[in-house]
């Protein structure tokens, strides 16, 4: 076995194995199991940096996929079904991000003080980091799932046990919801497998089989299987309608809790869309994209007014997450909308990559502040920055990040859409992907303004509790340092995630060449659709 293959092996298997020495070793001092847990949350991160070093060199180009590896005895090989690890260049940069957060949120959760049952709290947030590494490093489509479906049962245990004000409801919520959501996933998965030929669950042979075969599987089955796909991943993603969990189980959650579901798990589902609705069903992805285009905005539009309106600190990044999965599904609709044009595409993941590093950082400042001011309520605050003036430039960087700021990744993902948008010449939606722009602007500087400038609130913080405020503490600082270090890497070197990701997305095996035409005189003659670039014939192809 390759050493590039058991790196990635180690990666996924080390915050397992860190978890259950935690657990054997809960008569030991605490200290020496935090030591057990922080080995657990680094050796990824490091193994992480490692991999994307090397990935160019190990990239097999007729696959597209580096580092590949079968770990048969983990399943079912009688029926197809056992452990298969890779990356491509969709799933590499996801997987750095999700080591990155898995870090930073590793270390927020060693250091903070007080924790009740912090063996069992420990092991809950390892089982989080194996669920989400597994997840992007899974090349079959059921372990993809399975993973995903592993890291929410130790979220929904730990909302529960640690979670603040609200945790029982905000977790029975998001228990339905992303109950629901991953059987109707699996029920798209599995219809999807049985639609195609005799080939295994993963993603390289899957491919393959479209390639050679790619009448299998016909145009109603798959805009069948990918409505099914967008509604299942979509409640995952808190796609609008399905989005109300989202907000209060971040809010509710435990700071590296939040850090990890919003930074990292949720970006699942539209995973799942680029992996699988895309490369499996151009046709259904096509014939979904206007629908997907109005959700989105509504993400856009809506949500974003509703974060206009949180006066709650924690509140208002919660809804800014949910806010921001709209530029990101509107990118993965403009490869349907621009006859197979990938720039969107391109642009969807290094936004995830973006928002999973931002976002992460934001909660881990949040909770800063709540520490310090004993409030989250942005109007009680006022004037922060005199006494931490550290934890102020943090966070205005961590705003200015998410709003797209030249110099964070953020801001190449939202040009990037901008740009898959323009060819389509729709103006006033792009005039909408410039208000999410406008409206993040202002809910995020609005937010600095009142906790972190200004006068002192009058009846606000109280005068004993403001005295004894001081700046944020170097073990505060070293897990925001690692996301905001990530943020610009990226933002002043983007080649470092782009270059993966178009190899990827360009490669000639990436998706099938599929000619999309309609039937006889599918509308009447004078209506056209609102997108389509064409209203006699889309073409989806990939050069």
């Known amino acids: 076995m390759e050493t590039s293959t058991v790196l990635l092996q180690s990666a996924v298997a080390a915050p397992l194995l860190a978890g259950i020495l935690v657990v054997l070793a809960k008569s030991a001092p605490l200290a020496a199991r935090k030591t057990l847990a922080f080995f657990g949350f680094a050796v990824p991160f490091v193994l992480a940096l490692a991999l994307c070093w090397t990935f160019a060199d190990a990239c097999d180009p007729e696959t597209g996929y580096a580092f590949v590896s079968d770990v048969s005895w983990l399943g079912i090989p009688s029926l197809g079904f056992w452990l298969k690890f890779g990356l491509n260049g969709v799933s590499l940069p996801l997987f750095v991000m999700a080591a990155i957060v898995g870090f930073a949120a590793g270390l927020r959760a060693l250091w903070t003080k007080d924790v009740r049952h912090p063996t069992l709290y420990y092991a809950m947030l390892l089982l989080i980091e194996l669920g989400v590494l597994g997840l992007f490093a899974s090349v079959d489509v059921f372990s993809f799932y399975i993973f995903h479906e592993f890291a929410l049962i130790p979220t929904f245990i730990a909302i529960l046990m640690w979670g603040g004000y609200g945790k029982r409801g905000a977790a029975m919520m998001m228990a339905v919801y992303l109950t629901v959501g991953g059987m109707i996933a699996l029920g798209g998965l599995l219809w999807l497998y049985t639609s195609l030929p005799a080939v295994g669950f993963n993603f390289i042979d899957i491919k ?74 151009p046709l259904g992805m096509a014939h979904w994209a206007n629908w997907l285009v109005a959700l989105a905005i509504c993400n856009i539009v809506v949500i974003g007014l509703i974060t206009l309106a949180q006066k709650n600190l924690k509140h208002m990044v919660s809804y800014s997450s949910v806010n921001h999965m709209g530029p990101i599904f509107l990118g993965i609709a403009a490869y349907s909308l621009s006859s197979g044009d990938m720039t969107g595409v391109a642009a969807a993941v290094i936004m995830m990559f973006a928002h999973g590093l931002s976002v992460a950082l934001l909660f881990h400042l949040t909770e800063s502040v709540a520490q310090r001011t004993g409030t989250l309520e942005m109007a009680k605050i006022g004037g922060l920055a005199k006494q931490a003036p550290v934890l102020a430039a943090f966070f205005v960087a961590a705003a200015m990040a998410s709003v797209g700021l030249p110099g964070f990744a953020n801001f190449w993902g939202e040009l990037s859409i901008f740009v898959s948008l323009v060819s389509l010449k729709p103006f006033w939606l792009i005039s909408l992907v410039l208000i999410t722009i406008v409206i993040s602007a202002i809910y995020s500087l609005r937010a600095v303004a009142r906790v972190f400038f200004g006068p002192a609130v009058e009846g606000g913080v109280p005068a004993a509790v403001r005295n004894q405020i001081t700046d944020i503490t170097l073990r505060e600082r070293v897990p925001a340092f690692i996301l905001f270090a990530a943020l610009l890497a990226v933002g002043f070197v983007p080649s470092l995630i782009t270059d993966p990701v178009n190899a990827a997305l360009c490669a000639p095996k990436f998706v099938a060449e599929i000619e999309i035409v309609p039937e006889e005189n599918p509308v009447p003659a004078d209506a056209e659709p609102v997108l389509a670039p064409d209203p006699e014939t889309r073409v989806i192809k990939v050069q």
């Open 208 to 281: 393959q089989a479209l390639i050679d075969n790619p009448g299998v599987l016909a145009e109603q089955s798959q805009n069948i299987i990918a409505g099914i796909l967008i509604l299942g991943f979509g409640i995952l993603v808190s796609l609008f309608p399905f989005h109300s969990w989202a907000p209060d189980t971040y809010t509710s959650a435990p700071t590296p809790v939040s850090m990890f579901h919003a930074g990292v798990l949720k970006k699942f589902g539209l995973y799942g869309l680029v992996q699988i609705g895309i490369v499996c069903l």
